[in-house]
């Protein structure tokens, strides 16, 4: 079946500019995770959605970040005034359910901040 | 940030060669999963260990659940020339619901 997708694959802003980034999860998964990745390290978790429940932000790492989750299906993370800090691969998992840790990755969008 | 610590950071290896790597915890995780990433893509789930102790494979990849609960490792035998990647593991800690908390990776490099 279909896996995680994520558009736009590449993304190069002026600084100062927003930008909206987007996930399709896996079709049934409930859970959708937000993480950024900076160049050559591993991976940060950004944002978690489960189900209908608030999600949790604690990873956010500004008030310039934003994600919301629409139907319980596709998410949107949104950056505002975006930094060169921002610049890194924003990957989007899924998983089956709450508290089911087996998350499946989309191939990321590359963002650049110019 | 990272909490876990993952070695070592790159392994240059012959084809044929058995890879080993580990990752270690200062807290206790009820599940340890390993991931490889190949360039411009993301992880790809390889193993997902839920019990201490543990010990489970996939193919030539052999994990295992340290009876700790603090530390994996993965091992790689008889590698190949398409094992070369980045390789993390990644742990869900017991007060952390949903979140898992990812190791720097590992470069493995294999040359003919």
């Known amino acids: 079946g279909a896996g995680v997708s994520q558009s736009p694959s590449n993304k190069v802003t002026e600084k100062g500019k927003d930008v909206e980034l987007r996930c399709d999860p896996i079709?049934?998964?409930?859970?959708l995770y937000w993480y950024r990745q900076s160049l050559g390290q591993g991976l940060e978790f950004l944002i978690y959605f489960q189900g209908n429940s608030a999600p949790d932000k604690s990873g956010l790492p500004s008030d310039r970040f934003s994600a919301e989750r629409t139907g319980g299906s596709v998410s949107t993370l949104t950056i505002q005034r975006t930094q060169q800090e921002d610049s890194a691969v924003y990957l989007c998992?899924?998983?089956?359910?709450?508290?089911?840790?087996?998350?499946?990755f989309g191939p990321g969008t590359r963002l650049t901040v110019t | 940030g990272q909490q876990l610590n993952q070695s070592p950071q790159s392994m240059f290896i012959q084809e044929g060669e058995d890879v080993s790597m580990n990752c270690t915890s200062s807290?206790?995780?009820?599940?340890w999963l390993w991931y490889k990433q190949d360039p411009g893509e993301g992880p790809v789930l390889l193993i997902a260990?839920?019990?201490?102790?543990e010990l489970t494979s996939n193919g030539r990849l052999t994990a295992q659940f340290g009876i700790t609960r603090k530390d994996s490792f993965l091992n790689i035998s008889a590698s190949i020339p398409s094992d070369v990647g980045i390789y993390f593991c990644?742990?869900?800690?017991?007060?952390?619901?949903?979140?898992?908390?990812f190791g720097a990776g590992t470069q493995v490099v294999v040359t003919p």
């Open positions: 990644a742990g869900q800690p017991t007060d952390s619901w949903g979140k898992l908390q």
């Open positions: 260990l839920y019990k201490a102790g």
């Open positions: 807290s206790i995780f009820n599940t």
């Open positions: 998992a899924s998983s089956l359910v709450d508290g089911y840790y087996e998350q499946y």
């Open positions: 079709s049934g998964h409930t859970a």
